[in-house]
């Protein structure tokens, strides 16, 4: 079973950085690709980031500029570096591994790590 430990959140003051980090137990090009996603207390879970296998990346429209998403593929771990961090983006952040080996396709979900940024 492949399983994905994220790492790094914590509590930050406005206008800070933090680096989250994703190790996934394989090897991570396996995976056609790899995402961040982050839920807040009574909000629906919402796509962050997202990095392909060929090295495409994506952002949603409030993190654009602020947030970067890189992977090591020695370590096989992904990361997301937020900058300029606001109260808004508090949340659990959340790692997803999608694999595809067609007709099969698998998603892998991390457990979280939290990001509470002050005011």
């Known amino acids: 079973q492949v399983q994905l430990v994220e790492s790094g959140g914590g509590l930050v003051q406005f206008g800070e950085s933090l680096k989250l980090s994703c190790t996934i137990s394989?090897?991570?090009?396996?995976?056609?690709?790899m995402n961040w996603y982050r839920q807040s207390p009574g909000n629906q879970r919402e796509w962050v980031a997202s990095?392909?296998?060929?090295?495409?990346?994506n952002y949603t429209d409030s993190v654009k500029g602020r947030f970067t998403i890189s992977r090591d593929n020695a370590k096989n771990t992904l990361y997301l570096q937020m900058n300029n961090l606001t109260p808004e983006d508090t949340a659990v952040y959340y790692c997803?591994?999608?694999?595809?080996?067609?007709?099969?396709?698998?998603?892998?979900w991390g457990q979280g790590t939290q990001v509470t940024v002050s005011a």
């Open positions: 394989a090897n991570i090009l396996r995976f056609y690709r």
């Open positions: 990095l392909t296998k060929g090295s495409n990346t």
């Open positions: 997803r591994a999608q694999y595809r080996n067609t007709p099969l396709e698998l998603d892998f």
